[in-house]
């Protein structure tokens, strides 16, 4: 008997087996379907929404979740912006996870970049993929959205790559177990995960029995290895202090010993940045002078979650000894009062009325309030960024390692969404125009969804982050100028009640409109077009593109 | 030895051997850099335009393109866009493929599933990544762009599985022969393929000696097999037809012949539809009863180009005997005059003034006109447009196999460049409210490049298709309504110099509007929306999906 007929008889074997279960579950009230049972433990996790677009092979599940006490379905205008969108959600509610719905192939392939850029950056996501039905997967037809060829196992190859596990859901014995396994994986290791769950099995019945087990499981080496330093030390954390959710331990250790603190840019806002012991961002050689000196010249360095990339190390400029050597130093010493310059932005005196970057940064830093929410896409925000401090319990969000343009707009939506579950503030959102051409469409979710994010549209004429790498006057980092106040108007509010838009051309006209309280009160949707020179850049990313030149040469040289 | 410092060592030989050759070859004026040979590979085959989007590891490649004298470089606003450009441009230029360039991992990975549409409907196109220089691949440093853990070719194994063939670029020796492989599988294969070019080797010179030869081969397979064929037989022209350019044979073989000619879905336009002795489109139980009999009670039907897909196959129901049967049975019997009757298209007389989908098609079909490009998004249009015929030496497309929603915006961009190359006529697309949110951004890029596409958006309130699949009054069905009219203005036409939009609510006005001669001139870019009933579909669409309904049940059908 060929494999093929074997593998098609075995599965419809399965189909009956479990059509006879499905027969005899209906007579037992505890038994639930598959994908409620799915719901059911993302709810656990906390989760409200979920995100993603409506295909052909997940509209069945999607009555599930539309009809989900808890759980909110978020339609978004396409898969990527959706995936950023899960990203975004997972990173501002600590503990609990993103969300994200697509369809067989075309859905799930067009958010492979921001599922990578969840692994790369560590953020647990759940991967939910609509497949057919379980005799489609053996018998694998010529269906819409397959590759012609039978592969009906292509997309999980892929899903491989940039997934830490998967669970392909074939049956109803092991379906609860493995949706279990991948979700404590998920949470345990900081990393997003893939379900695929085909149209049929998602109503098929299985016992809840599990459920009354909670799934929720914590690592806390970290807290272990904080909890037993001391010493002459400074603290510098980094990404996975917030990624492995030790925020509230850092803090602690912070008060009882005193030490003093240093981030890493991809580790901002890990700490209360008004903290008197805060001493800015350290990022190797690219870091202010006088942070560069007290981090490198103290005893010992307790990095905490460090995450080593060029961009979140200065281009590897780190001139202390390997993270690896100092964590392993363990309660040492006792703290020494250590001297901490206070890490403060002064607003510039500049003799123009330009917007500047080194005058509209330190001013922006004033407009922050407490538990402000802050995104700053990778170019010129999330470099300009780095110089102010953020307030208190604010949250910092932005993707120094994977860097993918355009990933703010969806990630906003999705941290707007979990700001108000976890009672946090404003949403604020930095985004150069060139970025935000990428996924420009999810601004029209927002005001579906009704969330009022402030966002900053940083006018300047074109990807100026690449004209500092290359090609400066280069015609392929220009783009088209869009008319941006118009913009919410055309995407859905038809009669303006839902956002406001404004242009700003200089520092009087932004100084007027931060100072409005109406504006500041964020009480619609809000989009201000920031007009900059072309040319201008924070300098933190000109320090950068220097350093990055030097290794990321085109030609040989020689 | 450890293997990685192994492959270091290696890799650092390599480069100074790279380094020798590049110094010996200034000397030689006959040595070109391999982005140049690329470059020069593609504009033999006809590439005048190469889509993507600038990134850190692809900008001095573009150097080289913006440079070149006969290629374009068309930025793109998303990676995705850009992949369905590429799909659409080759597409459209017969012969020729699609030239798609992204940066590592984010650029790339955006565009995965326009990648996995090429090679699911068979469309040339050829993806270049820019990635790290020779020595980064080699030592692996944590760069931005990457996963975090040092799996420099976890992007290569995903694009395997949607690629017919893969040239990772290492060094000077291989690179000319690597390049033209691929490219030969591209054009040989009609499968999309990968080429990954890092900063430093697309800037190292090689010989230009392999320029020398041609490197275009052509397959005539088919060709034979169609001038072998005769016999009492009516012709069924399919998908590989036009993917496998044998659309000028197959014309030879009608005219010759006299065979009476159907097409099915994908094959559509592969056929003159104005030709006598075209019968229209045959899609199994979904057919025109008429079309049905004629060809499922012909003794022979001679298949060209066969792809059997659910929705190109009336959901499997061709009651027709196998393809390859029917094949096989070359040069038998006579061509008999058999009876065809015309394939035309009426209006109907209906008695309100709404635009129903019954009667918009064939009111459109008499819009158009000869070497019309006709491109329709998987939905509505790509149903509606079947039982219409075409005009003379159009140009059709529709991803019926992959069915990818908001394709055809990207690939009308494509489509347009192409056309003008191809001295055809106008662009016009057809797609839905919501498959255009999607990728709405690219039309600000046909703005930027002066094409000039006819753009129907078919306004019916939300993802129709889907409705009538499953959740007909789901509120996940739903989408925000957009201000249509208003977007190009937004999207770049400051001053509404260099487009039009138009909404269209009833019969009288989308009539005075075809009529009108400036409009139909296509001499801007021009945007109609189109309102239509929220549940109106066309006949063709309520069959399938009835159909689909069947296999693809969400419970158990027990």
């Not at 008997?1 to 599965?11: Q, R, S």
């Not at 925000?381 to 969806?410: E, M, N, R, Y």
């Not at 201000?528 to 040319?535: A, G, N, S, W």
Request: with cysteine.
């Amino acid at each position: 008997m060929a494999a093929a007929t074997e593998k098609a008889l075995e599965a419809e074997m399965n189909r009956l087996k479990l059509q006879i279960k499905t027969l005899k579950g209906e007579e037992n009230a505890e038994d639930i379907f598959v994908g409620s049972y799915l719901l059911a433990r993302l709810s656990e996790l906390g989760v409200t929404s979920m995100f993603g677009v409506p295909g052909d092979f997940n509209l069945g599940f999607l009555d599930l979740v539309e009809d989900h006490p808890t759980i909110d379905w978020v339609g978004n205008c396409n898969e990527l912006n959706a995936s950023y969108a899960a990203d975004g959600y997972a990173r501002v509610k600590q503990g609990s996870v993103g969300a994200l719905l697509t369809t067989f192939g075309v859905g799930e392939l067009s958010a492979t970049n921001g599922i990578a850029g969840a692994f790369s950056e560590m953020v647990p996501v759940v991967h939910i993929a609509g497949v057919p039905n379980l005799l489609q997967q053996s018998t694998k037809p010529l269906l819409h959205h397959t590759l012609g060829d039978g592969r009906y196992d292509a997309y999980t190859k892929a899903a491989e790559q940039f997934t830490y596990s998967q669970a392909i859901l074939t049956n109803t014995y092991s379906a609860a177990a493995e949706i279990d396994r991948v979700l404590s994986d998920c949470v345990v290791q900081g990393r997003p995960v893939y379900i695929t769950l085909p149209t049929d099995l998602a109503y098929a019945k299985i016992s809840s029995d599990r459920l009354k087990t909670k799934n929720h499981s914590v690592i806390d080496e970290i807290v272990k290895l904080v909890e037993e330093a001391g010493g002459d030390v400074v603290v510098l954390a980094d990404a996975c202090s917030i990624r492995h959710d030790v925020v509230a331990e850092l803090k602690e250790l912070l008060h009882k010993t005193g030490y003093p603190v240093y981030c890493a840019p991809m580790g901002k806002s890990a700490v209360d940045e008004t903290y008197e012991r805060y001493g800015g961002i350290y990022v190797g050689s690219i870091s202010h002078p006088e942070v560069k000196e007290k981090v490198e010249s103290a005893k010992l360095i307790l990095s905490i979650g460090s995450l080593k990339s060029d961009f979140n190390s200065g281009n590897f400029t780190y001139s202390i000894p390997t993270t690896r050597t100092v964590e392993a130093r363990r309660g040492q010493a006792k703290a020494l009062k250590l001297e901490v310059p206070p890490f403060v932005a002064h607003v510039p005196e500049e003799k123009d009325d330009i917007i500047s970057h080194d005058w509209f940064w330190p001013r922006m830093s004033k407009f922050f309030q407490p538990k402000d929410v802050i995104v700053a896409e990778t170019g010129t925000s999330s470099f300009g960024i780095l110089d102010v401090p953020l307030p208190k319990d604010s949250v910092f969000l932005a993707q120094i390692l994977w860097g993918s343009i355009g990933w703010t707009v969806g990630s906003t939506l999705g941290a707007a969404l979990a700001a108000k579950d976890c009672n946090l503030n404003r949403t604020i959102l930095f985004v150069g125009d060139g970025s935000l051409q990428l996924t420009v469409q999810e601004l029209s979710t927002m005001l579906r969804k009704g969330v009022k994010p402030i966002i900053f549209v940083l006018n300047n004429s074109g990807y100026t982050i690449e004209r500092y790498l290359h090609g400066k006057e280069r015609k392929y980092n220009d783009i088209m100028n869009w008319k941006w106040t118009g913009l919410l108007g055309v995407l859905g509010d038809h009669d303006g009640t839902l956002s406001k838009s404004y242009t700003v051309n200089n520092k009087y006209e932004l100084t007027e409109l931060l100072e409005n309280e109406k504006f500041a009160s964020a009480d619609v949707l809000q989009l201000v077009e920031v007009m900059m020179p072309k040319l201008d850049a924070p300098r933190a990313l000109k320090v950068q593109a220097e350093l990055s030149g030097k290794t990321n040469q085109y030609a040989l040289a020689l």
